[in-house]
């Protein structure tokens, strides 16, 4: 499979070539030059499989740069009971991402699909750590080294983290938003001690983070000299490891491939839905794809109104689903790419309007009406929505969500059809926001035991201020250059 950028003016590339390498040389993200098509019978035929059997049979379509039998020991060493077993019981784990019906409303069912058992208690965790044994495998073959710039809002950051530390020839720069993640996300980041991680607070919004890495990424010689990658879902990696579990929840919740489902996605940076929509394109039958944002609603403006207006710094809100405040959603680029019949030209000058106007509108153009052939819906939750769905699942399903999970689940029900199952991807735990699960409920959340003191740990954060340059100097100053 050869890989293309969304901006055209890259050359195409293999799957390991690009798994190093993160942003395209043009500034674009990478995509498959086409999506592999799944067929029903296909589909049937992988009811039953493992998770990594699965992943093995999805993944081999994107990855035929490296041999089967490599690729089948990376996915059965990944995917585990044992590294997908946090916070629930064992004999649901084999599933790796279960899914709980929730109940019947409106005359269909409702269900969550659980992806966040893994380390670190978030969905990231599903890619990310398969993302580590990759990079392994990668650098293990090439005798290379790689520096991992990233940019959280709470939970790539622990994920990427966790699935890095003690990897040899890994070392990890994650951008944070100080101040703005909850307390037990930044514990989880900042108490690690390793020697490979460092952790640097960026006086700013999540947005401000991610375009630090995509402008150090684009300085060519630098990101050249100091072997730069990226953990982010500006990675293909991430993306692609992120469709299995659409193909999972599809598999779980339907005994026939002539049934279709929706699914709910609580969504910040658009890479999670992104992967719903590259599972839909190979052909799973996903009825529609309906993006849930918090009060930060960029999303959710553009797919009600064909009008994209990024949102500056200062008007991104910080709220209680604190991993969703984002308004610059960098896989948005992948969806527009799509949706203007992969022309790069066409989408580098979209982005370009983005970058200089601020934003695009597409509301009187043919392709707002074409939009709807890709099945994406949208909707918006707020704190108080939260508060209310926390009390309102507990209390009908005596089931605990996240505040993510609870825009997920505010959004999706208004958007229920008879008949088609709504799976609603649960993204964190209830622990890392636990501060509003409290005030939601009055009781706290279940806390696995691996973080019962990880707040009382001692933190090794820097503090730097939004500034690429200042990075770049923190990242020279820690680590040889190629030439050195
Ligand atoms: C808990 C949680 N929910 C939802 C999201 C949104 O996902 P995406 O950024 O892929 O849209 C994130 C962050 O990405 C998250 O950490
Ligand atoms: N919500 C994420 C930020 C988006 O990250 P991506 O790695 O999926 O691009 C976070 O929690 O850090």
Request: aromatic share 10%.
């Amino acid at each position: 499979m050869r890989y293309q950028s969304t901006r055209g003016n890259s050359p195409q590339q293999s799957f390991l070539e690009i798994l190093l390498g993160g942003l395209a040389p043009d500034g674009g993200l990478y995509l498959p030059v086409e999506y592999p098509q799944v067929t029903k019978a296909q589909l049937d035929a992988w009811r039953g499989l493992s998770y990594a059997d699965l992943a093995y049979e999805i993944l081999s379509l994107y990855c035929d740069d490296i041999p089967e039998h490599d690729l089948r020991a990376l996915l059965r060493k990944t995917y585990t009971a044992q590294v997908y077993c946090n916070g629930r019981a064992k004999d649901d784990a084999q599933d790796i991402t279960p899914l709980h019906w929730l109940g019947e409303e409106q005359g269909t069912r409702i269900g969550l699909l659980s992806l966040s058992n893994g380390p670190t208690l978030a969905f990231k965790d599903m890619a990310m750590q398969l993302l580590g044994n990759l990079f392994e495998y990668a650098l293990q073959h090439s005798g290379q080294k790689l520096n991992i710039l990233g940019a959280t809002s709470g939970d790539t950051g622990g994920a990427a983290e966790y699935a890095m530390r003690g990897k040899d020839g890994v070392n990890v720069f994650m951008l944070s938003p100080r101040g703005k993640m909850s307390p037990f996300q930044s514990a989880q980041m900042y108490s690690l001690q390793d020697p490979n991680i460092f952790n640097l607070a960026v006086a700013g919004v999540f947005d401000d983070c991610q375009d630090i890495v995509k402008a150090v990424s684009n300085d060519h010689a630098f990101k050249a000299q100091y072997r730069i990658g990226t953990v982010n879902s500006i990675n293909w990696g991430r993306v692609v490891a992120q469709v299995i579990y659409y193909f999972q929840g599809y598999l779980l919740a339907t005994k026939s491939s002539a049934e279709k489902v929706s699914f709910t996605v609580p969504s910040g940076n658009f890479g999670n839905i992104c992967a719903g929509h590259i599972a839909r394109m190979m052909g799973l039958p996903i009825a529609h794809l309906i993006a849930a944002t918090n009060e930060n609603d960029v999303l959710d403006e553009f797919f009600r109104t064909g009008v994209y207006r990024a949102r500056k710094s200062a008007e991104t809100l910080h709220t209680s689903s604190p991993s969703m405040d984002i308004s610059k959603a960098s896989n948005f680029e992948r969806f527009i790419f799509d949706l203007v019949g992969k022309d790069g030209k066409e989408t580098a000058r979209m982005f370009k309007q983005v970058d200089e106007l601020g934003g695009f509108d597409i509301s009187k153009e043919s392709i707002f009406k074409e939009m709807a052939q890709y099945g994406f819906q949208s909707g918006r939750s707020t704190h108080q929505d939260r508060l209310d769905t926390i009390r309102n699942i507990d209390k009908q399903y005596q089931v605990m969500v996240d505040t993510h999970t609870a825009d997920g689940i505010k959004v999706a029900r208004e958007h229920l059809q008879p008949d088609i199952p709504m799976l609603v991807l649960e993204t964190a735990l209830p622990i890392k926001f636990e501060e509003t699960i409290e005030i939601a409920l009055g009781r706290p959340a279940d806390c696995p035991i691996a973080f019962k003191d990880i707040k009382l740990k001692p933190q090794r954060v820097e503090n730097i201020d939004a500034d690429a340059d200042q990075v770049k100097h923190f990242i020279a100053a820690h680590v040889p250059s190629v030439h050195s």
